[in-house]
């Protein structure tokens, strides 16, 4: 019984930030990488960032970068997205993902995603 679960998300003012946070429980968290997906209403799931197993190697989409930050605590199984500078087009239902055969750099191409958490919703408003 593998388990994620993203906790953090809520209402936030555009410019403001946000911090959100992913448990892993029933897997070797320091083998897997992991990341962050979001579905925005009306639109598709996409990429949002992504961290190798040991936390070296970060991946972000081109929208994301230099305002969102991933990061893992491999001691507590849990992978964080510090969230700055939101904007409006930033809400959406925010998806912990792991991958177990695949790689940060899989899971930006969207391949792997092995296991989903529930969700958490962001909401920006101005």
């Known amino acids: 019984q593998v388990e994620l679960e993203e906790s953090g998300g809520g209402l936030v003012q555009a410019g403001g930030s946000l911090r959100l946070s992913c448990v892993a429980s029933g897997l070797t968290f320091s083998t897997s990488a992991m990341g962050w997906f979001r579905q925005g209403p009306g639109k598709e799931r996409e990429f949002v960032a992504s961290i190798s197993r040991n936390g070296v190697f970060t991946y972000y989409a081109d929208s994301v970068k230099g305002r969102f930050t991933i990061s893992r605590d491999n001691a507590k199984n849990t992978v964080d997205l510090q969230m700055n500078s939101l904007k409006r087009e930033d809400t959406a239902v925010y998806y912990c993902?792991?991958?177990?055969?695949?790689?940060?750099?899989?899971?930006?191409?969207?391949?792997?995603?092995?296991?989903w958490g529930k969700g958490t919703l962001v909401t920006v408003s101005s």
């Open positions: 993902v792991a991958t177990v055969r695949g790689s940060g750099s899989s899971l930006m191409k969207m391949g792997g995603m092995d296991y």
